[in-house]
């Protein structure tokens, strides 16, 4: 990607976020970059694109007519490498968004054809809170999110499902916690969290929290310090670094299972690194 629409990827992250701090730490820019890169399409553009003031970045009405213009910029860009004449020789960067046990688990054999075919393409890998998956995905942050799947997919996003896992209730070994009284340790938001609810609804539980951290791997930690019972995806328990710390409360019925997929946009699906790693999968089934 030349440097042009390296700086128009930029604008739009940043036209998404509204936060300079954020779109500097995801896009790997310092902030000073990072305002240069604004300051030279502003120029480039004529205009002021962002508003800074008390209440925050907003967009001006040039701003946000300056969007609509990267986006197809760049879709024409990604348009016109799609019909290159030598399409094997695919460069460029692929953003790439996977919790940490997803790094371990799924990322290798997913990535590890994609890699060998394509060995120029350079992978941006980020971590973090799976809840914040499919979004950082449909506001442009990333091309590829590994991440649970709802059980009705947002209409712009298409997913191709790698893995099913059991929910399960977790305490400590030394707390045990057979009859379920908490208090609990539940994601602040999420699949899981969702379907720890359902499973609280239908059995009449009256739920405490004691804490709500984000991420699957920090909810076990808590959990292995004694800080309530907690809900994980049996995965991330299998391969958590304080397992043996740890045990499975048995229930009837579990929890719903959660559903681990590669996720994408429609859009891009006609993009040459997307349409790669996207072809090189398997269908669902």
Do not use: K
């Not at 936060?19 to 502003?42: K, M």
């Not at 004449?85 to 054809?113: H, M, R, Y």
Request: proline share 7%; hydrophobic share 45%; glycine share 8%.
């Amino acid at each position: 990607m030349s440097e042009h629409h390296e700086e128009l990827r930029v604008f739009l992250h940043l036209a998404g976020t509204l936060n300079f701090g954020r779109t500097s730490l995801d896009c790997h820019l310092s902030p000073a970059t990072l305002t240069r890169t604004v300051q030279r399409l502003e120029v480039r553009a004529g205009a002021r694109l962002f508003d800074r003031g008390p209440r925050g970045v907003a967009l001006t009405a040039e701003g946000q007519r300056f969007r609509q213009y990267a986006a197809r910029a760049l879709d024409l860009w990604h348009e016109y490498r799609a019909g290159h004449a030598d399409p094997v020789e695919l460069t460029g960067t692929l953003g790439v968004f996977a919790t940490v046990t997803a790094c371990q688990t799924l990322l290798p054999e997913l990535l590890a054809p994609f890699r060998a075919a394509h060995p120029q393409v350079r992978i941006d890998l980020r971590t973090g809170d799976a809840a914040t998956a499919l979004a950082r995905l449909d506001e442009g942050e990333v091309d590829i999110a590994v991440a649970g799947v709802p059980v009705r997919v947002p209409d712009p996003l298409a997913s191709r499902t790698l893995a099913r896992t059991p929910v399960v209730f977790v305490t400590a070994r030394d707390r045990p916690d057979p009859e379920l009284t908490g208090p609990f340790v539940l994601p602040r938001r999420g699949l899981v969290r969702e379907a720890a609810q359902r499973w609280f609804r239908a059995h009449a539980r009256t739920v405490h929290i004691s804490a709500e951290p984000d991420g699957h791997e920090a909810l076990l930690a808590l959990v292995a310090l004694g800080c309530g019972t907690g809900v994980v995806p049996r995965l991330v328990l299998d391969h958590s670094v304080v397992r043996d710390a740890l045990t499975v409360v048995p229930v009837d019925p579990e929890p719903e299972s959660l559903t681990i997929g590669l996720c994408v946009r429609r859009a891009d699906l006609r993009r040459p690194l997307v349409s790669a790693l996207w072809s090189g999968t398997a269908p669902d089934g």
